[in-house]
């Protein structure tokens, strides 16, 4: 274990408050994670572009730079492209990380302006690791130092409970974000329900994995029968990872890494396309087979549990500091949010 505090400071638009405890909470877990290994002092700084708009990035160009200049930093770690825009300012003497999530370095319709933006940012960061390894490729021309290290699951956290999933003639499917999130494609959900329903002579219903609690999320897991991902664009989506835990089916369009997820894990399919009809089919297949194994399956690839992924970051960190390489230690991360 190596004697120094390595003095971190998190910059990041996703992160738990009292308002929204789940919010960016896979965040917050992997710094818990990487305090089990090595001994932290963290510091995170909360850009909340979601609740109080986009100025807040604009506002960060000049707070970021001011606290790192008033602490004593060993490095610096930020989460999502745009959360690292102070970087086309100000060049810290810390080495930066930099972790993107899907949006900011996938193109669609409507955000052609942060990956434009994510780009010009990317050559300032000493390493880059990404979701997928389609996300790599984007990121190679800009900056060669990249690496897939997705966000872990806490496989202990979720997993099955008492038998509570619903039985005869009604399934229960769930969308896994809130409805007003476009990139999660909500209407494309609804049409396949509405053909799902045209198709079958049982009862389907849905629910939506939206302000919930972590103990509420894994209840609604462990109670549906599916969970259909419709989203355009993802990176390496967490309620995948522990949808599977729970032992929960997947459909999905064929988005972030969620075919290499899903993969050789029973009852689980992913799409070639976006369409309607092929999804409703895979649904309803979903439906008629007989379940089992999808937890056991996918644990067994032991490449998506929390404590891996933390092992990989805290080699990285390390390394950027010359330190010696982890033992596993108890620690836990001293925290300040702000």
């Excluded at 002092?41 to 850009?47: D, G, P, R, S, W």
Aim: some cysteine; overall charge positive.
């Amino acid at each position: 274990m190596p004697k120094k505090t390595i003095k971190s400071l998190y910059v990041t638009n996703m992160y738990p408050t009292e308002d929204h405890p789940v919010d960016g909470i896979f965040i917050k877990e992997q710094i818990q994670d990487l305090s089990e290994i090595i001994p932290l002092q963290v510091e995170v700084k909360l850009i909340d572009s979601v609740y109080q708009g986009k100025w807040e990035y604009l506002k960060s160009i000049l707070s970021i730079p001011r606290i790192i200049q008033s602490r004593s930093f060993d490095l610096i770690h930020v989460h999502y492209g745009l959360s690292g825009i102070f970087l086309l300012f100000f060049k810290p003497r810390q080495k930066v990380f930099l972790t993107l999530h899907g949006s900011d370095i996938q193109k669609r319709k409507k955000n052609g302006w942060q990956v434009w933006l994510t780009k010009k940012i990317l050559p300032k960061a000493d390493q880059i690791f990404v979701q997928n390894e389609a996300m790599k490729n984007l990121v190679h021309p800009y900056n060669q130092n990249v690496e897939v290290v997705t966000c872990g699951v806490d496989a202990e956290f979720f997993k099955p409970e008492l038998p509570t999933r619903t039985s005869g003639n009604s399934k229960l499917v769930l969308f896994p974000s809130s409805p007003s999130r476009e990139v999660k494609d909500y209407p494309l959900f609804l049409r396949v329900i509405e053909q799902v329903r045209k198709k079958v002579s049982h009862q389907v219903n849905f629910d939506c994995i939206d302000k919930l609690s972590r103990s509420e999320v894994r209840s609604l897991l462990n109670k549906a029968d599916c969970l259909l991902l419709t989203s355009k664009t993802e990176g390496s989506p967490q309620v995948v990872k522990e949808a599977l835990c729970c032992n929960l089916p997947v459909v999905a369009t064929p988005v972030g890494d969620v075919k290499e997820i899903v993969d050789e894990v029973p009852n689980c399919r992913v799409a070639s396309s976006h369409e309607v009809e092929e999804l409703a089919n895979l649904l309803i297949r979903t439906f008629q087979e007989e379940r089992g194994g999808i937890r056991e399956a996918f644990l067994e690839k032991s490449i998506y549990q929390h404590q891996a992924i933390a092992k990989s970051l805290a080699k990285h960190y390390l390394k950027a500091m010359d330190l010696p390489q982890p033992v596993s230690h108890t620690l836990k991360a001293t925290e300040t949010v702000s």
